[in-house]
């Protein structure tokens, strides 16, 4: 018993070596995601590589200036306009180049930082996977276990959308930046030593109900990400469309325009919505079954129960304003923020500031 529990401490040190390991590696790719940005900011040629790439798919028009003698000609490629407002309503402006802004040292430090991301990703899961060992159940019976998790997981989607070659490592900077906030919260106002379970936890539903939980609540995260970076560049393509107005900031401009377009940072953000909801309808009602293997019923009020629906009705609302004219586009992705505010706060609010049923979990 005592080499047994002497084994178990040793994983909880290691784990605790590998998510510090982690956090010094993501510090690193932070400062390598912040290069992208700053060295791509520095080419005017990268903010406008995709309205260049337009001008390549366009048919393009020349016009032949005869010379002195009329024998010889020399075409010259008009620049056609880019089209900002295709019909009411909508826009049709092409994606900007990305972080890097096309620059061959932008994308430089872009490649370090995913690289350092991807290492610190490892040891990150290295960290999930060592405290499962020395607990002996699943990783996310606590706030600590289940935030370390959280982190691992959207960090997780973040790279498998890069290996899909969707184009997101825009979304780098924001992630890692909010992945050491959440580990360095964990680590130390979250932080809980290994430890048994309360009874009612030691079911299967354990591993169903709140793995499903962690993986819609990271994937609605980076859908959250694009929301929010929808909201600005929509206003920022708006001030382009009206000549008559003010025009944006050359900061503004130097990060927006190597955003994609409005339209490409909604159409993610639906996405990501609308293929996570079904996950998150089930999450609620495998809590309900557990609920009533655990309590004797299915459904009581508590507190986390209620914030959950809450949060289900959000987001369908969400949903339900993408297929209603009149609520698209700006609208419909404060109803998404509003949706991910409430899973948030059911999250750290309920657990800590609400006594109910699932304060069991404690921090």
């Known amino acids: ?29 932070f400062v390598a995601h912040l290069a992208e940005w700053v060295f791509g900011s520095r080419s005017k040629v990268g903010r406008t590589a995709a309205a260049l790439t337009v001008q390549a798919k366009t048919p ?21 306009k880019v089209i900002t407002r295709s019909v009411a309503g909508s826009r049709d402006v092409p994606d900007g180049p990305g972080a890097a802004g096309g620059t061959e040292k932008g994308d430089l430090y872009g490649r370090i930082a995913i690289s350092l991301t991807v290492l610190a990703w490892a040891l990150h899961v290295g960290g999930v996977l060592t405290r499962a060992l020395s607990v002996q159940r699943a990783p996310w019976g606590n706030m600590y276990e289940f935030s ?16 899909l070659k969707k184009n997101v490592r825009w979304i780098g900077l924001p992630l890692v930046t909010t992945v050491l906030l959440d580990l360095g ?22 591993w169903i109900h709140v793995s499903c939980a962690i993986l819609c609540g990271a994937a609605f995260y980076i859908g959250a990400v694009s929301t929010v970076l929808f909201l600005f560049r929509d206003r920022h393509e708006a001030k382009l469309a009206d ?8 900061f503004a401009t130097s990060v927006l325009e190597r955003l994609p377009s409005a339209a490409s940072l909604d159409k993610l953000a639906y996405r990501i919505n609308a293929t996570f909801f079904p996950l998150w309808t089930f999450t609620i009602i495998a809590g309900a079954i557990w609920a009533e293997a655990a309590w004797g019923r299915y459904w009581g009020w508590d507190p986390k129960e209620v914030w959950s629906f809450i949060t289900w009705v959000a987001y369908a609302a969400y949903l339900h304003a993408r297929a209603t004219a009149g609520w698209k586009g700006r609208k419909a992705a404060w109803l998404g ?17 609400v006594t109910g049923l699932h304060s069991y979990a404690g921090v």
């Open 185 to 206: 919260l964990a680590v130390t106002v979250l932080y809980t030593a290994s430890d048994q379970l309360v009874p009612a936890l030691h079911s299967y539903w354990l």
């Open 337 to 353: 923020l509003i949706a991910i505010a409430c899973y948030l706060f059911n999250y750290y609010g309920v657990n800590i500031f």
């Open 60 to 80: 393009a028009t020349a016009s032949v200036r005869a010379g002195a003698s009329g024998a010889t000609g020399t075409a010259v490629l008009e620049r056609p």
């Open 243 to 250: 000549p008559t107005g003010k025009q944006p900031g050359a």
């Open 1 to 29: 018993m005592n080499l047994a529990a002497a084994a178990n401490e040793t994983m909880a040190h290691n784990s605790n070596l590998l998510v510090y390991s982690a956090m010094a590696v993501y510090t690193l790719a």
């Open 148 to 163: 370390t998790t959280f982190a691992a997981v959207a960090v997780g989607l973040f790279l498998l959308l890069l290996v």
